[in-house]
């Protein structure tokens, strides 16, 4: 709060204050006052008004600071009025209850937001975990009478599959702390699980695969980061360059125990030099996803997403038409080993 300011809010109390007390002296110099008690009396008049307006301006001064120290400390805003006392002067007590007033109403509207959203992901978790049942079965009824179905029907069912599968990290990815359970897990298992889950499509793409030292154990949540590799994977299976010779190849190592990395490297069409930063941004699809292959552009963003969450690192690197190596980064958190 400016002092400058507040005397020119108060210019026209300060101007009719003023001429009262101009008024009074001519007055009592009417009255023929001694210059002494002329003196005197503006002494008084100045001190008492100086006095006033200072005191005024502190109190106001003191709440309205306290606003502004608070508002810029805080992340949520709206959290403000938790955060200062009761004013003791009756324009700060109306600024407090308009406050309040309108805090309580937004945190009214966020609860009935907040409520029609979750009960929205209640019943897409709900329409996800129905759908996958006839995928499934789709899937068995396909690869059980593969004479007669082409296998471009099972393909598009896997494609569906993936598709209703990022829904569900998506929607859980808001509130991924209240699903995942990070405890020691083998990194070659979760590595298994991924590659049988696509192997069909590398056997169908002739697409070599190369698995080396992956035998460690890693702190993290198996489901998500199965769901984290196959999207991964997939990008690799969907981007290979089919006119060559196809490779993929996993691989770990790792920097004493603290630290594990693992890469997954395929020799296929690459990404652009200027695509390449944004790769993990939201819907984004660059030059690839718009030419041959259709993408959605959600892959990699939720990848990311979950890996921030889990607190691993994700990173990318590339050259078109040459490779693209993805890593990631798996720390030991020294906490885990004292609760443990």
Same mark, same amino acid.
């Given at each position: 709060?400016?002092?400058?300011?507040?005397?020119?809010?108060?210019?026209?109390?300060?101007?009719? =204050?003023?001429?009262?007390?101009?008024?009074?002296?001519?007055?009592?110099?009417?009255?023929?006052?001694?210059?002494?008690?002329?003196?005197?009396?503006?002494?008084?008049?100045?001190?008492?008004?100086?006095?006033?307006?200072?005191?005024?301006?502190?109190?106001?001064?003191?709440?309205?600071?306290?606003?502004?120290?608070?508002? &810029?400390?805080?992340?949520?805003?709206?959290?403000?009025?938790?955060?200062?006392?009761?004013? &003791?002067? =009756? &324009?700060?007590?109306?600024?407090?209850?308009?406050?309040?007033?309108?805090?309580? +109403?937004? /945190?009214?509207?966020?609860?009935?937001?907040?409520?029609?959203?979750?009960?929205?992901?209640?019943?897409?978790?709900?329409?996800?975990?129905?759908?996958? #049942?006839?995928?499934?079965?789709?899937?068995?009824?396909?690869?059980?009478?593969?004479?007669?179905?082409?296998? !471009?029907? *099972?393909?598009?069912?896997?494609?569906?599959?993936?598709?209703?599968?990022?829904?569900?990290?998506?929607?859980?990815? &808001?509130?991924?702390?209240?699903?995942?359970?990070?405890?020691?897990?083998? /990194?070659?298992? #979760?590595?298994?699980?991924?590659?049988?889950?696509?192997?069909?499509?590398?056997?169908?793409?002739?697409?070599? /695969?190369?698995? *080396? @030292?992956?035998?460690?154990?890693?702190?993290?949540?198996?489901?998500?980061?199965?769901?984290?590799?196959?999207?991964?994977?997939?990008?690799?299976?969907? =981007?290979?360059?089919?006119?060559?010779?196809?490779?993929?190849?996993?691989?770990?190592?790792?920097?004493?125990?603290?630290?594990?990395?693992?890469?997954?490297?395929?020799?296929? #069409?690459?990404?652009?030099? @200027?695509?390449?930063?944004?790769?993990?941004?939201?819907?984004?699809?660059?030059?690839?996803? !718009?030419?041959?292959?259709? +993408?959605?552009?959600?892959?990699?963003?939720?990848?990311?997403?979950?890996? @921030?969450?889990?607190?691993?690192?994700?990173?990318?690197?590339?050259?078109?038409?040459? =490779?693209?190596?993805?890593?990631?980064?798996?720390?030991?958190?020294?906490?885990?080993?004292?609760?443990?």
């Amino acid at each position: 709060m400016k002092f400058r300011k507040y005397l020119i809010d108060k210019r026209l109390s300060l101007l009719l =204050y003023f001429f009262m007390c101009f008024i009074l002296l001519l007055l009592m110099m009417a009255f023929k006052a001694e210059t002494s008690m002329l003196i005197a009396v503006t002494v008084i008049l100045s001190g008492f008004g100086g006095a006033v307006l200072l005191i005024n301006f502190f109190r106001k001064k003191r709440f309205y600071d306290e606003i502004t120290n608070n508002l &810029e400390q805080l992340d949520k805003k709206y959290l403000v009025l938790e955060t200062i006392n009761t004013p &003791e002067f =009756y &324009e700060g007590e109306l600024v407090y209850q308009f406050l309040y007033e309108i805090n309580k +109403s937004m /945190l009214e509207r966020i609860g009935e937001y907040e409520f029609s959203i979750n009960d929205f992901k209640d019943y897409v978790e709900m329409w996800i975990h129905e759908i996958k #049942i006839p995928l499934s079965s789709l899937s068995l009824m396909v690869h059980n009478h593969r004479d007669i179905f082409d296998k !471009r029907i *099972n393909q598009q069912i896997k494609r569906l599959d993936n598709y209703v599968e990022q829904v569900l990290y998506y929607v859980r990815s &808001e509130n991924a702390e209240k699903d995942y359970l990070i405890k020691e897990n083998s /990194l070659n298992d #979760i590595v298994s699980n991924v590659v049988m889950k696509n192997k069909d499509d590398l056997l169908e793409r002739n697409i070599e /695969l190369i698995v *080396n @030292d992956v035998d460690k154990i890693i702190l993290t949540d198996s489901k998500w980061l199965e769901f984290i590799l196959n999207q991964i994977l997939n990008n690799s299976i969907k =981007y290979i360059d089919e006119t060559g010779s196809a490779c993929i190849r996993i691989q770990a190592h790792g920097e004493g125990t603290e630290k594990t990395t693992l890469t997954i490297y395929d020799n296929g #069409i690459g990404i652009p030099e @200027d695509d390449l930063k944004r790769v993990f941004e939201k819907s984004f699809t660059g030059k690839n996803g !718009r030419t041959g292959v259709k +993408s959605t552009g959600m892959g990699l963003y939720i990848a990311k997403k979950l890996c @921030d969450k889990l607190g691993h690192g994700l990173m990318i690197e590339s050259a078109e038409q040459e =490779y693209t190596k993805v890593s990631m980064v798996f720390m030991r958190n020294p906490y885990f080993d004292v609760l443990k």
